[in-house]
C-alpha cells in the first residue's frame, strides 16, 4: 500500500524514480508523482492512474536534478486526484508518505491558524505544513523535521526533500517500513527492498521510531528517543527474474506457475534428505497447550486450514483470528500458548500490531512470513520463511500455498512432539507433502480446460463455493480469489451451511462450485451437491476420477485432480480456484494483477 522511492544519486534522478515506483506498482495505487532538487530548486510532477500517466507528463515537462522523491499514492484520506497525489510541497518542503496521520485534523486547524492552509484533502499535506511553519521560525531543515515527527500520531513512512538542499533527505519510519540503500557516493530510501534492488543490495532496515539524516556520504540514524542507532547494514539478494513476468502475460500466471518449483524449495530447506523434518531449533510444542494464529485476508484462510490439521493430526487446540479484530477484543491468552502470525509481506500493519498485543503474554511468537527481513520476523521469537521468492500479483497465489505447505510441516512437528504421531506416521505425512509438486504440475495442465469454463463463468453475477472440512476455508479462498480480481460476487460456504441460508440464492443463474476430493467427507458434500441440483443450480464439480465417476453425473462441469491425501488436499485444490479466478478475470477483462482499490501490503489500519 503506497511505496515510496527516494534518491541522492550521480545521475538525473527522474528516470531512477519511476523505474523504481514501476517496481513498486504490486502494492496498488492510484495516482503517483515525483520530486526533485535542481540547481537548488525544488519541483514536481503529479500524475493520476498508471505510472505511464506520469511518464508521459516527464516526456512533456522533465524533472530535472540529481536528488528526489517519488511515491505511488493508495488514496485513504480524499479521492485519486492531482491536488491529492504525492508528494505534497508547502514552501521549501516536499513530502512522500506512507500510512495514516491519527491527529491530522486538529494539526491541519492549528495550523490554519498560523495562516498556512491546505490545499489537498490528505493528511500528508499536514506534515509537509508543519516542516514549512518550524522553517520559517529559523529551523533548519533537520531541526524542522524532527520538531514535526514528534507532533506526529499514527503510522507512517515518510520522506523529506527540501528547496534548496541537492545533498539532504529525512526518512523516517513509525508502523510503515522503510528501509535505506548505500551505494558508492550514492544514497537510497525505498518501501522495500524491490524497489532499490536495481541500484544496490547494501541495505539497512528502520526500525520503529527511527528517523534518518541521509546524505551521500551515508545515514544518521536516530531512534526514537533522538539517541544515536547503530543498524546492521545487510545485503540482499532478489533474483531479477522472479519479478519479472518471464513470458508470462500476467505476473499472477507465472506465480500460479511457479508453485510447484517453490513448494519443493520449502519441502527441500525444512527436511532432510533422509525424508525427515529439519524446521528451526525452538519449534517444539512438547508442553504447548494451545496455539492462536493471527492473519488477514488470504494468510488468516491458510489459518483456517491448519487449525484442522493442528487439531486432527496433532492434537493441539488451535485458535484462529482475523488480526484486525485480535487485539480489539483483548482475548485472553495462555502463557503456556504460542501465537502464530502469518503474513506474506511480514508488515501487514493489523497483524504487527496484534503480535505487539500478544508479546509478553504467550509462551513464544512465531511468524510465518515470505520476507525474513520484514518487521513481523524482526519481532518474533522464531520467524519460519515460507520460501515463496517475491509475489507482485495482487491476489496471492504461490505464498497462499507455501504458507499451507509450512503450517502442514509444523503440524506433523507438533504431531511428532506430542507423541499423537509415530515416526512411521509422520514419514507417510512427509511423503504425501512431497508429492505435491508432481500432483499440482498435473493441475496446472488443466488451464486450458479451466478456461473454457471461466467463459461461462465470466456471464454469473454470482457465485457459491462449497467445501467440507478443510476444503471449507478453501471454498472461502476460491470465493476471495474470484471477487479480488474478477469482481464479481463470489461467497464460500461450509457445504453443511447450505441448507441454513444460502440454499435460498440458488437458481439456473447461479453457478455452485463444488470443493470435494473423494474423502471421509465425500458422500455428505455429495449429498449437498445434490440438493443444489434439485433447484437448478450450476455444479462445478472439482474432484477426483473416482469422485467425479461416482458423483458427476448431472453436473454442469467437471474438473478430475489426481488422488492426494485428504489432509493435504487444500493445498492442491488451490491451483484450479485459483486458475478459475484467473481465467475468468481474463475473460472480463479486468486488471489481473492490480485490481482495482487493492494493494499488496496493507500497512495501514
Not at 485432480?561 to 478459475?580: D, N
Request: charged content about 20%.
Amino acid at each position: 500500500m503506497c511505496g515510496i522511492v527516494g534518491v541522492l544519486g550521480n545521475h538525473e534522478a527522474a528516470p531512477l524514480l519511476v523505474e523504481a515506483l514501476k517496481r513498486l506498482e504490486y502494492r496498488g495505487y492510484d495516482s503517483a508523482g515525483i520530486a526533485t532538487v535542481n540547481k537548488g530548486r525544488l519541483d514536481r510532477r503529479r500524475a493520476v492512474g498508471k505510472l505511464v500517466n506520469l511518464s508521459d507528463l516527464l516526456v512533456h515537462e522533465p524533472l530535472a536534478g540529481k536528488a528526489g522523491i517519488g511515491h505511488t499514492r493508495w488514496a485513504t484520506h480524499g479521492a485519486a486526484t492531482v491536488t491529492n497525489a504525492h508528494p505534497h510541497r508547502a514552501g521549501p518542503v516536499a513530502v512522500v508518505h506512507n500510512g495514516i496521520i491519527e491527529n491530522f485534523r486538529e494539526l491541519r486547524e492549528e495550523l490554519a491558524t498560523h495562516g498556512l492552509v491546505q490545499e489537498s484533502q490528505t493528511d500528508t499535506e499536514t506534515v509537509a505544513l508543519l516542516a514549512q511553519m518550524y522553517m520559517s521560525r529559523g529551523m533548519t531543515p533537520v531541526e524542522a523535521a524532527r520538531a514535526t515527527l514528534g507532533r506526529l500520531h499514527g503510522a507512517f513512512a515518510l520522506c523529506f526533500l527540501f528547496d534548496g538542499h541537492d545533498d539532504l533527505m529525512i526518512a523516517a519510519r513509525k508502523g510503515s517500513p522503510l528501509a535505506i540503500g548505500h551505494g558508492k557516493g550514492e544514497m537510497f530510501v525505498g518501501s522495500d527492498a524491490i524497489a532499490l534492488a536495481p541500484m544496490t543490495d547494501r541495505i539497512t532496515y528502520l526500525e520503529e521510531g527511527d528517523w534518518a539524516v541521509i546524505t551521500r556520504s551515508g545515514a544518521e540514524i536516530f531512534d526514537a528517543e533522538d539517541r544515536r542507532a547503530n543498524r546492521a547494514e545487510t545485503r540482499i539478494q532478489i533474483d531479477a527474474a522472479r519479478i519479472e513476468k518471464g513470458g508470462y502475460k500476467h505476473f499472477m500466471a507465472k506465480e500460479i506457475a511457479e508453485q510447484p518449483v517453490v513448494i519443493a524449495d520449502a519441502l527441500k530447506h525444512y527436511t532432510t534428505p533422509e525424508g525427515g523434518l529439519r524446521l528451526p531449533e525452538g519449534v517444539d510444542f512438547k508442553g504447548v497447550d494451545r496455539i492462536t494464529m493471527v492473519a488477514c485476508g488470504t494468510a488468516s484462510y491458510a489459518c483456517h486450514v491448519a487449525k484442522y490439521w493442528f487439531e486432527q493430526i496433532a492434537g493441539l487446540p488451535a485458535e484462529i483470528d482475523i488480526a484486525s479484530e485480535f487485539r480489539y477484543r483483548e482475548p485472553p491468552l495462555s502463557g503456556q500458548s504460542w501465537a502464530v502470525f502469518v503474513s506474506q509481506s511480514g508488515e501487514t500493519a493489523d497483524t504487527l500490531a496484534a503480535l505487539r498485543y500478544a508479546r509478553d503474554k504467550v509462551a513464544r511468537i512465531v511468524s510465518v512470513v515470505n520476507v525474513p527481513t520484514s518487521s513481523i520476523a524482526r519481532e518474533s521469537d522464531l520467524s519460519l520463511p515460507i520460501l515463496a521468492g517475491v509475489e507482485v500479483g495482487v491476489a496471492s497465489t504461490k505464498a497462499f500455498t507455501c504458507q499451507l505447505t509450512v503450517l502442514a510441516l509444523m503440524a506433523v512437528k507438533a504431531g511428532l512432539d506430542r507423541g499423537r504421531l509415530t515416526a512411521e506416521q509422520a514419514a507417510a505425512h512427509l511423503g504425501s507433502l512431497r508429492n505435491l509438486p508432481g500432483l499440482m504440475n498435473h493441475a496446472l495442465g488443466l488451464s486450458g480446460v479451466i478456461a473454457e469454463v471461466a467463459e461461462e463463468l465470466a456471464e454469473a453475477q454470482d457465485v457459491l463455493f462449497l467445501g467440507r472440512g478443510a476444503m471449507y476455508p478453501l471454498a472461502l479462498e476460491g470465493a476471495l480469489k474470484l471477487k479480488e480480481i474478477s469482481y464479481i460476487h463470489a461467497e464460500g460456504y461450509a457445504s453443511g451451511e447450505l441448507k441454513h441460508g444460502p440454499i435460498a440464492l440458488i437458481d439456473a443463474r447461479v453457478p455452485v462450485i463444488v470443493l470435494a476430493p473423494r474423502d471421509g467427507l465425500f458422500d455428505k458434500t455429495v449429498s449437498n451437491m445434490q440438493e443444489v441440483m434439485a433447484r437448478h443450480g450450476k455444479v462445478l464439480l472439482i474432484s477426483d476420477a473416482a469422485g467425479v465417476e461416482e458423483a458427476g453425473a448431472g453436473v454442469w462441469k467437471t474438473l478430475v485432480l489426481p488422488e492426494v491425501e485428504a489432509a493435504f488436499a487444500p493445498i492442491l485444490y488451490a491451483v484450479p480456484a485459483q486458475l478459475l479466478a484467473y481465467h475468468t478475470a481474463i475473460a472480463k477483462g479486468t486488471d489481473v494483477d492490480q485490481p482495482r482499490n487493492l494493494a499488496k501490503s496493507v500497512t495501514v489500519e
